[in-house]
């Protein structure tokens, strides 16, 4: 058989690995036995891709953003997001402290304009290609074996069901009524074209400052079973996408 039979990750994973001595657990798609230490630090936040030399992260009107969600699930390790495109899903290893593998991904099958599916492939094939990561308070690197670094930032780690949408929040706040009381609401639309909506609720994490407009990035979670007052939605701030004073 022929290298050009073999999935061009592989190769790589082959030659590179071969080179720098390492178990090639991972290029056979069975990711090492986890040691003592668990990666905890990679769980306890989801990922967001917001650096890699070369290329055009996604983001906000650029698209979605490019989320990593590491877990344990029945003792074994899975990674699993948005790729830009597709969610996708993966094995992975903490081989040791600082010395990670992630293993080929699984990925649904949504067509995408041609710039988003082709970044979408060299990403996934990009992250079996990891050995490293390093992580600084809300800052991860990553990095692979030849020599490339992903920069990720840390985000709120919601429910498994959590939907992120994109908001835009007026700058003054309105009178409205929650209940019986007299109050003040934000205003809020998807899109710019909309009419101002009343958001009775809060938006946890969310420092409303009067004469700013906002572009937000949030995170939608159903409450299960919330007060006869309450409503059944929960918004989380994920992101200031942009901001913006607006001149009286």
Not at 31 to 59: F, K, M
Not at 203 to 223: D, S, T, W
């Amino acid at each position: 058989m022929t290298l050009a039979a073999f999935p061009r990750s592989l190769i790589r994973c082959l030659s590179l690995g071969a080179a720098a001595g390492l178990n090639l657990a991972a290029c056979a798609g069975t990711p090492p036995q986890p040691t003592a230490d668990n990666g905890a630090a990679l769980i306890a936040s989801r990922w967001e891709l917001t650096r890699w030399a070369g290329h055009t992260v996604p983001h906000g009107d650029n698209g979605e953003p490019v989320i990593l969600n590491f877990a344990q699930e029945k003792g074994q390790g899975r990674v699993s997001g948005r790729a830009g495109c597709n969610q996708f899903s993966a094995p992975y290893s903490v081989r040791g402290p600082g010395q990670l593998t992630i293993v080929q991904a699984v990925t649904t099958r949504m067509a995408c304009p041609g710039p988003a599916m082709q970044f979408e492939a060299d990403f996934l094939d990009k992250l079996q290609a990891v050995n490293q990561y390093r992580i600084d308070g809300q800052q991860m690197e990553m990095k692979t074996l030849d020599g490339q670094t992903l920069s990720f930032h840390a985000r709120e780690k919601p429910g498994a069901s959590a939907k992120i949408k994109f908001i835009y929040v007026a700058s003054e706040k309105v009178p409205c009524s929650a209940g019986v009381m007299r109050t003040t609401c934000l205003q809020i639309r998807e899109r710019k074209e909309d009419p101002w909506q009343l958001w009775y609720g809060n938006i946890q994490g969310f420092n409303f400052e009067p004469g700013i407009a906002y572009r937000l990035r949030i995170l939608e979670e159903q409450v299960a079973n919330p007060p006869a007052d309450a409503s059944s939605i929960k918004w989380t701030l994920d992101m200031v996408v942009e901001q913006e004073v607006v001149k009286k």
